[in-house]
């Protein structure tokens, strides 16, 4: 497998992120600083307010660009193995992870949230199950609705490679939604939208899609040279 990543963009965000993170930490620390002073009460109770939103943002970059090993690494390390007919694209446009090889191309989304990750289909809303109550708030993203984003991903690579002039049969373009947390599992009646998995079964998903009627090694090719290299910063 063939791996290309925008270690210029990733270095940036990583430094944004660290920087949210300690301004972040600075008002929250000054906020109840200021809340034992009757003169400044006011004042921290807008510091916290700010500190509680800029922890959200926060919490949202470090997921994405801050974590030690990073997605990128993850991911690379549970598809070691597969043929130099795959290429995976961290940190480019039009998504952060999008594995394209003879099974099809796959659009990796990575989730850190803990708990039993379920979906309700009457309410059509995702569900979290048995996850603490404080890292649901100040730990972790909510888990809002991925299916959502999966979708929006979906037509944002659709879009993009009709702009490259690539003519990728839409039928196999495959949104994969990862739980990366140690502490996350899926509900196993839960009817997903998209491939819902674990970290660990990332290279089957991809093996399984393998099953099916395969692209050529030779469309693959050409689909390569018309693929981003020319995005990395």
Not at 17 to 30: D, E, G, N, P
Not at 82 to 110: R, W
Request: proline residues 4%.
């Amino acid at each position: 497998m063939y791996i290309y990543t925008n270690e210029k963009r990733l270095k940036k965000n990583k430094k944004i992120s660290k920087y949210l993170t300690s301004i972040c930490f600075a008002i929250l620390v000054v906020g109840a600083v200021a809340a034992f002073s009757e003169k400044y009460f006011m004042y921290s109770f807008f510091a916290l307010i700010i500190g509680v939103f800029l922890s959200q943002a926060s919490i949202s970059m470090t997921t994405r660009w801050g974590r030690e090993p990073g997605n990128n690494n993850l991911m690379n390390v549970k598809l070691k193995g597969l043929s130099d007919n795959f290429s995976i694209y961290h940190y480019m446009d039009p998504v952060d992870h999008l594995l394209v090889g003879t099974a099809g191309a796959f659009i990796l989304m990575p989730y850190y949230q803990g708990g039993i990750i379920g979906y309700d289909e009457k309410k059509q809303r995702w569900t979290q199950k048995k996850a603490s109550i404080f890292m649901k708030m100040f730990g972790q993203e909510s888990l809002g609705r991925p299916d959502l984003e999966a979708s929006a991903n979906l037509e944002a690579v659709k879009k993009y490679f009709v702009s490259r002039d690539i003519d990728f049969p839409e039928d196999k373009i495959h949104p994969v939604l990862i739980f990366l947390g140690p502490k996350a599992q899926l509900d196993p009646e839960a009817n997903f939208k998209y491939d819902t998995i674990q970290l660990d079964k990332l290279k089957e998903t991809v093996r399984k899609y393998a099953k099916d009627e395969r692209l050529s090694t030779e469309f693959i090719d050409e689909i390569t040279d018309k693929l981003p290299l020319d995005d990395i910063e």
